[in-house]
C-alpha cells in the first residue's frame, strides 16, 4: 500500500491563482481530512469528509472547497489565492472503526 | 484557555535519558489522546494512542493519560539522538461521528549527544 500520496510536493501561486491539491488513499479509509500546518503552529483542520459524497466544515475553511466522489480521492480546491494561504497542507485518513489518522507527505504552498 | 496546549520548548535532554512531554486539554469529556512525531519539513507520524486512564507503554514510550487532571503525557526513556523532533498532542475533543482532533502547536525535543 502507498498510504496517502499527495501532490504536487511543492508550489508557487500568483495571488489570485488557483490550484488544487490531489490527496488519495489506498487503504479504503472512509474518513479522510485537510489540515494546514503555519509555523510554530498546530495542524489546523480545513475540511473533513467521512465517505464518499459527504464533506463538511473544520476549523479554517475559508477560501477552500473540497469535493469527494470516491473514497480514494479527496482533493482541496483553492480559487483565489491569497498570500495568508502560504502554508504546508497535510491530508489524513482513518478507517470510521478507528480515531488514529494517517498522514500524506504535505504540499508545501507558496502564494506571492 | 487553549483547547489542547504543550509547551514549544525546546526541551532539551542527554542521550540515554528520559524525556517527558506533557499536554493538557480543556474538555472533560475527550476520550482519544494520540502522540504524533513531526520531523522538521516532513508530516506528522502517529507514535502512540491512549484511551483509559494509566499506562501505556510501546518499546521506549509510555505515554500516560489522567482524565480528572487533564492531562496525557509522553515518556521517552533511553533518548537517542533520532527522538530529535516535534512531538505533537491530538485529542479527539467532541464524541461525534468523524474522528476530528486537535493538536497542540507541538513541543520541540532536543536529544544532546
Known amino acids: 500500500n502507498a498510504g496517502v500520496t499527495q501532490t504536487p510536493k511543492f508550489r508557487i501561486l500568483k495571488i489570485g491563482q488557483s490550484m488544487t491539491l490531489q490527496c488519495t488513499q489506498d487503504m479504503n479509509h472512509n474518513y479522510m481530512y485537510w489540515y494546514r500546518q503555519d509555523p510554530g503552529m498546530g495542524l489546523k483542520l480545513i475540511y473533513y469528509s467521512v465517505g464518499a459524497g459527504i464533506t463538511d466544515k473544520g476549523e479554517v475553511p475559508n477560501g477552500y472547497n473540497v469535493s469527494r466522489s470516491t473514497t480514494e480521492d479527496f482533493p482541496l480546491r483553492l480559487e483565489l489565492a491569497a498570500p495568508s494561504q502560504t502554508s504546508v497542507y497535510f491530508c489524513a485518513s482513518n478507517p470510521s472503526s478507528r480515531n488514529e489518522q494517517f498522514f500524506g507527505p504535505g504540499t508545501r504552498l507558496t502564494v506571492l | 484557555q487553549k483547547e489542547v496546549e504543550q509547551n514549544s520548548g525546546p526541551l532539551s535532554v542527554p542521550e540515554g535519558a528520559i524525556a517527558s512531554l506533557n499536554c493538557t486539554y480543556s474538555?472533560?469529556?475527550?476520550?482519544?489522546f494520540f502522540w504524533y512525531r513531526q520531523y522538521s519539513g516532513k508530516s506528522p507520524e502517529l507514535i502512540m494512542s491512549i484511551y483509559s486512564n494509566g499506562d501505556k507503554e510501546d518499546g521506549r514510550f509510555t505515554a500516560q493519560l489522567n482524565k480528572a487532571s487533564q492531562y496525557v503525557s509522553l515518556l521517552i526513556r533511553d533518548s537517542q539522538p533520532s527522538d530529535s523532533a516535534t512531538y505533537l498532542c491530538?485529542?479527539?475533543?467532541?464524541?461525534?461521528?468523524?474522528?476530528?482532533?486537535?493538536f497542540g502547536t507541538g513541543t520541540r525535543l532536543q536529544v544532546t549527544l
Open positions: 474538555d472533560r469529556v475527550s476520550q482519544s
Open positions: 491530538a485529542v479527539k475533543l467532541i464524541p461525534g461521528t468523524a474522528s476530528k482532533l486537535t
